[in-house]
């Protein structure tokens, strides 16, 4: 069992934007919160139970913050609830104000105690991270969307969980070809892989079970 539940784990052009959550004392923690991730969480969720919303935001394309003002607003107007958007993108303000955000519906936040954003090479038009986190004695690292690994080499072994942005084709994304070497050494240390943010599941999950 990983810590992480996806919402959804494929690709931009996808079905169900990637994105994941998980509860931690009565607090509910979603990761992302792209164009579909609205719909998939609307019902899935009691959001009464909760004593905190949280959302965190690795970057602000639209498959990962495309439904957050929505999901911001329904927050606020149908449980009267206040949502934390935990996120270090230097746009997230402008973002909430130009998508009509009542500035009292949320607080945004830029740490906390337990995550620590780490910058990704991704694309040269918005700047996206990745966080380490503990999250019930387990530590876990999200890649977020990034191009490649090297911002997070010297965390890597000092992890129980890896959740990595795996792509067929590369570009904008780590292409899994470049990286089963390294993917083999971390199953190998008895770090748990998992995939996320796929182009061709067949493809990456058969060689990902393979290592
Ligand atoms: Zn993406
Ligand atoms: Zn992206």
Redesign the pocket.
Known sequence: MSTLTFIGND??FGEK??SAYFEKDNELFII?C?STVFYEIKNKFDFNIYKSINVIIT?L?N??AGSLSQFILYMWFVFKKKVNVICNCIHIKEYLDITGTPPESYVIKDKLDNLKFIKTEHTDFLDSYGFIMDINNKKILYT??TANLNSFRSYLNNINELYI?LSKFGGA?IKVDDVLDILKDLKDKNIQVIPM?MDDKEYITKLIKRL
Request: aromatic share 0%; no cysteine.
């Open positions: 690709s931009g934007n990637n992302d792209g970057h394309h498959d990962h977020g969307d942005d994304h943010h």
